[in-house]
């Protein structure tokens, strides 16, 4: 158990660097992301206990929302909802997919996975 909370710590502290990171460099922000899911997938499949497998799945659906990955983050939190794991987490997770399931916030996942926010560099002249 101590393992896979220290997975899920991790994997927390990858997204939020990753989510950050895209406002100045996506491939670094993707790669943290990245590793993220990958410790959170770690975790949904072999913790016990329904605290730790929902949460790593409520994660998992963050990681998926911040890639533009709608339907792939809704399923995670559907998972979260099967977890049962308590009424917070479950409602916070339905809410998720209730702005999911909007036409506006597909539209703007969509945008937003497609943008490169990396700074121009400063010697090169205004185009």
């Known amino acids: 158990t101590a393992g896979a909370l220290a997975k899920l710590y991790a994997a927390d502290a990858n997204l939020g660097e990753g989510v950050m990171t895209l406002y100045s460099d996506r491939e670094l922000a993707e790669g943290k992301i990245q590793d993220a899911l990958k410790a959170y997938k770690d ?71 497609k943008q490169d926010f990396k700074p121009a560099d400063p010697a090169m002249p205004p185009n």
């Open 43 to 113: 975790v949904a499949t072999s913790a016990k206990g329904r605290l730790l497998i929902s949460r790593a799945y409520f994660g998992m659906g963050q990681a998926l929302e911040s890639q533009g990955k709608v339907k792939e983050a809704i399923d995670a939190y559907q998972n979260v909802i099967s977890q049962k794991e308590s009424d917070a987490i479950v409602k916070a997770a339905q809410l998720r997919i209730d702005l999911l399931g909007k036409p506006e916030t597909k539209e703007f996942l969509t945008w937003f996975a």
